[in-house]
């Protein structure tokens, strides 16, 4: 019965270590793909599986990130109406225990991505110590707080391309850092929304925000993302029929701005882009167009 009990009692440590990870937002890293796809016509098994490695290294590293963020903010988180249920904020996980299981994942992580490639490794390294001072300061200065998350999706991108050997051009890394801006500045609106009544009491660069003000930025945001993906499809050296992705693209980023306005959503875009069968719809049909338009027109 003990040994039941203690067997029981360690596959939920480790049940709660990979809840820790946060698994529900690994679809953020499925941007590592996007080189990938965008290089269809010289893709092959061992591209795949090296973005697939490139993938699931994203999603430790950041998972790391995580556990260093949790550890740091388990005080706040308690009194945030959604993640005072995390395993370290609810008290269910040692936090030590976590950050030693992190600190562990991270060598392990960053040694495979060194010999994987050397630079893909390299960009583990600084996409890691971005976001330890984001954890300890950065969050906490207003504006840099979401630039410095939406340099994480441009991380993702470069490392889609270094994995696997394939060049990336500055068109592409403008869109994908501007529509991750998008993404960010909506998270933080959301956030003033569940805190508008006491919003300085769970992270305190909120007190710097005003719904006016990202509403304003998320205009310039949206504006500039539209214009940089329309002259990306001009201008990336692949065929102009990418052009025909282009409404698909407004419509996912105005179908979200919906969301975000009308709904009061944005807080969880990983949630939002599997619960919304519009957004869902629009990626797949914009996946599926680029492949078709590469394969076919290029």
């Given at each position: 019965m003990l040994k039941q009990?203690?067997?029981?009692?360690?596959?939920?440590?480790?049940f709660l270590l990979f809840q820790q990870l946060r698994p529900k937002q690994w679809t953020k890293n499925l941007l590592v793909f996007a080189a990938l796809i965008f290089s269809f016509q010289v893709a092959n098994v061992d591209l795949l599986i090296r973005s697939v490695a490139g993938f699931l290294l994203f999603c430790f590293?950041?998972?790391?990130?995580?556990?260093?963020?949790?550890?740091?903010?388990?005080?706040?988180?308690?009194?945030?109406?959604?993640?005072?249920?995390r395993p370290m904020a609810s008290g269910a996980l040692n936090p030590y225990l976590a950050l030693s299981f992190g600190f562990v994942l991270l060598l392990a992580a960053i040694a495979v991505g060194l010999y994987l490639e050397p630079l893909f490794g390299v960009l583990l390294i600084v996409y890691?110590?971005?976001?330890?001072?984001?954890?300890?300061r950065l969050?906490?200065?207003?504006?840099?707080?979401?630039?410095?998350?939406?340099?994480?999706?441009?991380?993702?991108?470069i490392g889609g391309a270094l994995v696997i050997d394939v060049p990336f051009t500055p068109w592409f890394l403008l869109c994908t850092m501007l529509l991750a801006l998008f993404l960010?500045?909506?998270?933080?609106?959301?956030?003033?929304?569940?805190l508008q009544n006491n919003k300085g009491s769970h992270r305190k660069v909120l007190e710097s925000y005003s719904p006016e003000l990202l509403n304003q930025l998320n205009s310039i945001v949206i504006t500039?993302?539209?214009?940089?993906?329309?002259?990306?499809?001009?201008t990336s050296g692949h065929t102009i029929h990418l052009m025909w992705t282009i409404p698909l693209v407004i419509y996912g980023i105005f179908r979200y701005l919906y969301l975000i306005l009308m709904e009061e959503k944005g807080g969880k875009p990983e949630r939002?882009?599997?619960q919304d069968k519009h957004i869902l719809i629009t990626v797949l049909l914009?996946?599926?167009?680029?492949?078709v338009i590469l394969n076919y027109f290029e």
């Open positions: 009990e203690a067997v029981r009692a360690e596959a939920n440590v480790l590293v950041s998972g790391c990130v995580y556990i260093l963020n949790d550890f740091v903010d388990r005080e706040a988180d308690r009194q945030h109406p959604e993640k005072r249920d890691f110590a971005i976001n330890v001072a984001y954890s300890f969050k906490h200065v207003v504006i840099i707080d979401v630039m410095i998350i939406a340099s994480g999706f441009v991380f993702r991108a960010a500045i909506s998270k933080r609106r959301h956030e003033l929304y569940l500039a993302t539209i214009m940089s993906y329309a002259l990306y499809t001009f939002d882009l599997f914009y996946g599926l167009a680029v492949v």
